[in-house]
């Protein structure tokens, strides 16, 4: 069954580092987003991405976060400088459609120390 | 904002009973409501729909019901079974967005 996969599974970075978080969508799909998951909290919507821009984005995701699909199939989330209170876990997710269901990945756990 | 409350947020069940999770949503335009299982460590994973021209659907144990006047649905999973422990998230969606808005989570252990 296909599905949805992220790199790292889990990351350990100094504070004010910047670091990127890799994803591979669906192959068929053409709708991909971030959520994130503080330890013991809900799921929180970051930004929704098609045709190689972003289509929505929350109030979680600043200027300090960006988004990129830089060669067709992987998809990225970058973290400029990172604090303390970036420290979740980060999912990857791709949908066929908008509209559509949403598939997740396993997440990369992102400790900022 | 839009908002999705859940209760409870922790429930223990005997093998073999049923598990009952509700969900309450804010905005009257949210037409989808999926249902998505969390075990320890992985990414959520979606276990059954359902959108508002539906008041009900069913997979096999796994039921979701909705009730659109009171902005209300509901997991329902019968004949729990030890693998059914796990984190379940509700979320819902309108029509003019794309992103889903979770729930707070249920953890539901079942007892063997």
């Known amino acids: 069954e296909p599905e949805v996969t992220q790199t790292p599974s889990h990351q350990v970075t100094q504070m004010g580092q910047e670091v990127i978080l890799r994803c591979v969508p669906i192959?068929?799909?053409?709708?991909f987003y971030w959520y994130r998951q503080i330890l013991g909290q809900k799921v929180e919507f970051l930004v929704s991405?098609?045709?190689?821009?972003?289509?929505?984005k929350s109030e979680i995701f600043d200027d300090q976060f960006s988004v990129e699909r830089p060669d067709g199939s992987n998809f990225t989330l970058k973290i400029r400088s990172t604090k303390l209170e970036d420290s979740a876990m980060y999912f990857c997710?791709?949908?066929?459609?908008?509209?559509?269901?949403?598939?997740f990945g396993e997440g990369s756990w992102l400790t900022v120390v | 904002g839009e908002n999705v409350e859940q209760h409870p947020s922790t429930l223990s069940v005997q093998e073999g009973d049923s598990a009952v999770i509700k969900c309450t949503y804010s905005?009257?335009?949210?037409?989808?409501f999926p249902w998505y299982k969390q075990e320890l460590g992985k990414g959520p994973q979606l276990i059954i729909d359902?959108?508002?021209?539906?008041g009900e659907k069913k997979d096999q144990r796994i039921a979701v019901t909705l009730n659109k006047t009171a902005k209300h649905f509901s997991l329902h999973i019968t004949e729990t079974q030890p693998e059914d422990s796990a984190v379940y998230f509700c979320a819902s969606r309108t029509g003019n967005t794309d992103k889903l808005i979770f729930g707070t989570g249920t953890r539901l252990q079942v007892f063997p």
């Open positions: 192959s068929n799909h053409l709708y």
């Open positions: 991405f098609y045709n190689n821009e972003i289509s929505e």
């Open positions: 359902i959108r508002s021209n539906v």
């Open positions: 997710a791709s949908s066929v459609r908008e509209g559509n269901t949403i598939y």
């Open positions: 905005d009257s335009a949210s037409n989808y």
